[in-house]
């Protein structure tokens, strides 16, 4: 998929929202918890109800892993279920990974070529030649760490170069923007900093953006795209929690879809103001 | 595992050669290919061959990960192998994670709970709470990325902070040493770069290093020796491609444990010269 194709589910679906599948097995409802795979069980329920109201979904690798070879069963046929379900949704395999060659081409063939996800999330910290493979992948793209959400973002991201005055995050956009074309690069930039996203806009105008932290780590929509949109609308605004687990009962679906209707809404409001739809 | 019980098996063993584990199902030897578990079997051969000369072991998980819910069982069938063979090596989960709490968190049980993993590789851009959930595992370690062997190291791991003018591997060494003990953290710095290694211990004199990149990366063993030992010895230098593939042959096993015991005659002498065995 490319970023024009991308753009027009966008304006199909009146939506940029991504929906985080971090589907932790002892959050699921408990009348899932007998069947022989509670996780796919929850998450079908969960892109079942809500798939009308999203273009992208985004499995959180660490809570499939965590539940060892059958987690990566889960993960697997999740990623079918996807797919039967809207051939057109962009599908984010959110695993934070980044190594040498040798080792990122393996990461790459997982991701892209045993499953057939869309796009994964890397670390930039090792550099060029460590996202370089995933790169070899038409239509695949990566997504890069640039503005991370949490508190730890402080610690090295804000720390300014000598001589040019930038701060790692930005000398991250610099660079990494140029090791592929915006059609297979986006980066992460968190919602809790939204006011930052005008000064990542200077270093990438172009750039599709997938911003986590709306929901329940306190990010604002509104703000998001006050400072983010562009004229591919240029979002894609991730929420897990605030949707998948609104509800713990035998209505989780149903509550979920609420919730990410409500979100969908608000962005309908949004392209429409921009006069991107 | 503490710092003291890994220097007396390194004293022991007259080693601190851990041996990567990158076991690339295409590049194992033929007559292994038709067993149930051809990664498996190739993993019971070296380290049945190899454990005399290593005090450690780092399966590379990117190479079990790519081979998917199978993948994932060899991994653990070989980590209980190596239990068994030897109770005393230290294992680690080369993963290179990091990400929010609550990921982490999931991170953090896949290695240190589902798996009974030493020690997990992880990267620092994220900063410390993305981290911190692996702490919370009494004898487990964090392996932190300080610089690696890769040209992509380049890109930003040399980036001079205005005012101070330190590099951002000396800031990630400086910041991450205080986030545990030197019985907790450890941090990998390429053997590429042995040089580096002098200004490293300026920071973190008493920590253990992971090397990478002795070998098919082309460092020196006696050049990292020179900068980088300390008083514990403080170093684990690992090997990969060039034990495991040595020989593609049904030599193989035989073939690793003589360039296993190579590098640890080597290793030996090093220990002895610094008056540590």
Redesign the interface.
């Known amino acids: 998929m490319n970023s024009n194709e991308l753009f027009k589910n966008i304006q199909k679906k009146k939506s940029f929202l991504c929906i985080g599948l ?1 589907s ?1 097995v002892h959050k699921i409802p408990s009348h899932l918890q007998d069947s022989g795979d509670p996780v796919y069980e929850f998450n079908k329920g969960i892109i079942s109800a809500t798939h009308p109201y999203a273009v992208a979904y985004k499995p ?1 690798i ?2 499939y ?9 889960t993960l ?1 046929k999740t990623l079918r279920f996807i797919r039967e379900t809207d051939p057109e949704l962009f599908v984010i395999a ?1 695993a ?9 081409r ?2 790459a ?2 991701f892209f070529d ?2 057939d996800f869309d796009a994964v999330t890397v ?8 996202v370089q493979p995933f790169l070899e992948y038409p239509g695949k793209w990566i997504i890069v ?1 640039a503005l ?10 804000f ?5 040019s ?1 930038k701060r ?1 995050f930005e ?2 956009l610099e ?1 990494s923007a140029a090791w592929a074309s915006p059609d297979q690069i986006m980066f992460v930039a968190g919602a809790t900093r939204a006011d930052m996203l005008a000064d990542i806009r200077r270093y990438i105008p172009d750039h599709f953006l997938l911003v986590p932290g709306i929901g329940a ?1 306190g990010g604002s929509l509104q703000e998001v795209c006050h400072y983010g949109i562009n004229q591919k609308c240029g979002l894609l605004v991730n929420s897990s929690r605030g949707i998948i687990f609104a509800d713990g009962s035998q209505n989780y679906a149903l509550r979920a879809a609420e919730k990410a209707r409500e979100i969908q809404e608000q962005m309908a409001d949004v392209l429409d103001q921009n006069r991107l739809i």
Chains 1, 2 share one sequence.
């Open positions: 971090d932790d959180n660490a809570f892993e965590s539940q060892g070879a059958k987690g990566w069963e697997d959110d934070k990974r980044g190594d040498i060659g040798n080792t990122s393996m990461y063939k997982t045993q499953m670390a930039p910290y090792m550099g060029r030649d460590s760490l991370t959400s949490n508190i730890g973002a402080d610690d090295f991201q720390l300014r170069e000598k001589g005055g790692l000398i991250v660079k780590q």
